[in-house]
């Protein structure tokens, strides 16, 4: 159980590009999910916390324009990154969680190049 | 503030032996939990097991174990019977207690079974 699957697992795009990655709880309801940046051989950055029906609380320093969350179902979760640049490209992975003392199961993550 | 500390940037560990992970922590909650999680090097998040600031018993998991040493504030991941897919990076994470569930990442320890 616990399953969360993450769409694209890559992408490689143009600058101006807007790129859409989502994330789906399989088997279960996720009353949150949440989304990281990871940049190569670093830890885990939290970008933003998603509640299903409400807007998204974005970390300090993450541009909520540019990096657009929607959360429209217990089970779904996108992040939209605008007009990606090169200083865009890392690599995206989200988790999703569902009761109080659950811990937080993490999709496959998304490889994002920009040229 | 919250804080999560791993020390050991790299581990080496021969196949079939234990290996200890450290990692400590800071914190002013009562109520916490304390996460293991392993990432591949294809960047899949896999949880491994879960300590509970108010749990009696140190948390076990087939080969993973925690040793939870709550006035050190240290949580040290063991792993018995080294096997050669071990080799990933393991990080530690706090849960903040009292907000929405946010995990605090360690930097991580890059751990390498040679045979």
């Known amino acids: 159980g616990a399953v969360v699957s993450q769409h694209p697992s890559r992408v490689i795009c143009k600058s101006g590009t807007s790129v859409k990655i989502e994330c789906r709880s399989l088997?279960?309801?996720?009353?949150?999910m949440f989304w990281y940046r990871q940049f190569p051989k670093q830890s885990l950055m939290l970008m933003a916390t998603?509640?299903?029906?409400?807007?998204?609380?974005?970390e300090q320093g993450v541009e909520k324009d540019k990096f657009l969350i929607n959360h429209a179902s217990l089970t779904l979760s996108t992040l939209t990154v605008t007009s990606a640049h090169p200083e865009d490209s890392s690599f995206y992975i989200c988790?999703?969680?569902?009761?109080?003392?659950?811990?937080?199961?993490f999709g496959d993550g998304t490889r994002l190049s920009i040229l | 503030a919250q804080k999560i500390t791993q020390t050991q940037p790299g581990m080496f560990v021969q196949e079939k032996e234990a290996v200890t992970l450290d990692c400590t922590y800071d914190?002013?909650?009562?109520?916490?939990?304390l996460f293991w999680y392993k990432q591949p090097s294809s960047g899949e998040m896999i949880f491994l097991i879960y300590?509970?600031?108010?749990?009696?018993q140190n948390a076990t998991e087939g080969r993973y174990s925690l040793n939870f040493q709550k006035a050190r504030k240290s949580a040290n991941l063991v792993i018995s019977a080294s096997q050669l897919g071990d080799s990933a990076m393991y990080f530690c994470?706090?849960?903040?207690?009292?907000?929405?569930?946010?995990?605090?990442f360690g930097t991580g320890t890059r751990l390498q079974v040679f045979p």
């Open positions: 998603s509640n299903e029906g409400s807007k998204a609380t974005y």
């Open positions: 914190t002013s909650d009562p109520s916490y939990g």
């Open positions: 988790s999703a969680k569902g009761e109080r003392d659950q811990p937080q199961h």
């Open positions: 088997d279960f309801q996720a009353t949150t």
């Open positions: 994470a706090m849960r903040e207690a009292y907000n929405t569930d946010k995990l605090i």
């Open positions: 300590q509970g600031s108010y749990d009696q």
